[in-house]
């Protein structure tokens, strides 16, 4: 499965991980759910665990990240194992990536 707009684009690598890369400024929580749909099936489906790739995502919106975080609480609703991969470089994702380990404790951030 791959969704590419003009912005941004989410790629299926396999069934244990998602690629996110571009600029993601979509209006409302609500407005990511198509798109991340196939994420919350993969998370949902995986017995060996999930990953998202979001290390070349430039900006994430509010709403965006609303959604991610959304993604981490299906994750321990279901005791998935999940993993996010960030780049530190990227100055929103090293101040705001480390919060979502508060919604869930085996959350595993890497860069």
Same mark, same amino acid.
């Given at each position: 499965m791959e969704i590419k707009t003009e912005d941004y684009s $989410?790629?299926?690598?396999?069934?244990?991980? !998602?690629? $996110?890369?571009?600029?993601?400024?979509?209006? !409302?929580?609500?407005?990511?759910?198509k798109d991340f749909e196939h994420i919350q099936k993969g998370i949902t489906d995986s017995s060996t665990g999930y990953t998202v790739d979001i290390a070349n995502v430039n900006f994430m919106n509010s709403s965006g990240i609303t959604a991610l975080s959304r993604l981490v609480l299906l994750a321990r609703q279901g005791n998935k194992s999940l993993t996010l991969v960030i780049n530190e470089s990227i100055p929103w994702q090293k101040k705001t990536i480390s919060s979502l380990k508060k919604l869930y404790e085996k959350l595993e951030i890497r860069s």
């Amino acid at each position: 499965m791959e969704i590419k707009t003009e912005d941004y684009s $989410i790629e299926s690598v396999d069934n244990t991980k !998602s690629v $996110i890369a571009g600029i993601l400024r979509l209006t !409302s929580p609500a407005a990511y759910e198509k798109d991340f749909e196939h994420i919350q099936k993969g998370i949902t489906d995986s017995s060996t665990g999930y990953t998202v790739d979001i290390a070349n995502v430039n900006f994430m919106n509010s709403s965006g990240i609303t959604a991610l975080s959304r993604l981490v609480l299906l994750a321990r609703q279901g005791n998935k194992s999940l993993t996010l991969v960030i780049n530190e470089s990227i100055p929103w994702q090293k101040k705001t990536i480390s919060s979502l380990k508060k919604l869930y404790e085996k959350l595993e951030i890497r860069s």
